[in-house]
């Protein structure tokens, strides 16, 4: 990208959101060609939601990469109503090598939405994770299911190519504010990086038979028998 020794990442991430135009920000800084008429993913395709369904199944995937130099570990939550409208709730994008640190960023998002069900990728090296969130339940007292991806059948960038008619009949809406998800999505396949798209790409199959939506329990209510 545009002088690496001037903007490091912390400042392109700052810069992007300040321009918020992921073309002109992937030609000015990435040195990115792109042609926003080819785009697999229009930016008018991209809806943000003000507002909630009361009532969500809730579904969470992780791409793990356990890098300090290279990919993201990837985290996606979402919810989806009963008219199978997907709503992102929460992104989080880290660079760590840290088992230590990603196990803390996903024990989070799990208990800030009540996660009943989480997707990873379990792949080579990576299915370790799953041994240690299961040392992480005990711990915490905390459980959820897991569903494990053990091989792809598509490559990634059709994995990802998945995500566009959702996007173009409007059934998915972003959360505000969510930069980098935006961004992979404006500028693919262009992109350096796309750890974002490809862990939200995971749920795809699973938004066509969704959990029993979940409902908030009325004040008082008695529902343990």
Do not use: C
């Not at 760590?96 to 803390?104: H, R």
């Not at 569903?147 to 998915?172: N, V």
């Amino acid at each position: 990208y545009l002088w690496p020794e001037r903007f490091n990442e912390e400042e392109l991430s700052k810069r992007r959101k300040e321009m918020q135009d992921p073309w002109n920000f992937a030609r000015e800084y990435l040195l990115e060609r792109i042609d926003a008429e080819r785009a697999p993913f229009k930016k008018e395709w991209i809806k943000t939601y003000d507002k909630l369904p009361e009532r969500m199944s809730i579904l969470m995937s992780v791409d793990p990469a356990m890098t300090a130099q290279g990919d993201y570990t990837a985290m996606v939550v979402t919810g989806t109503d009963e008219k199978n409208i997907s709503y992102v709730l929460e992104t989080i994008n880290m660079r760590t090598d840290s088992i230590q640190d990603v196990i803390a960023a996903l024990f989070d998002a799990v208990s800030r939405w009540q996660v009943p069900v989480l997707i990873i990728e379990s792949i080579g090296f990576q299915r370790l994770l799953k041994h240690w969130i299961f040392e992480e339940m005990r711990k915490r007292s905390v459980y959820f299911g897991i569903e494990e991806i053990k091989s792809y059948k598509t490559s990634k960038e059709a994995r990802i190519l998945s995500l566009q008619p959702r996007f173009q009949s409007g059934s998915i809406f972003l959360g505000p504010a969510m930069y980098d998800l935006t961004n992979q999505l404006l500028t693919f396949p262009n992109q350096e990086y796309n750890d974002l798209i490809d862990a939200l790409s995971m749920q795809v199959g699973y938004w066509d038979k969704p959990e029993k939506v979940m409902q908030k329990t009325p004040e008082y209510a008695w529902d343990w028998w």
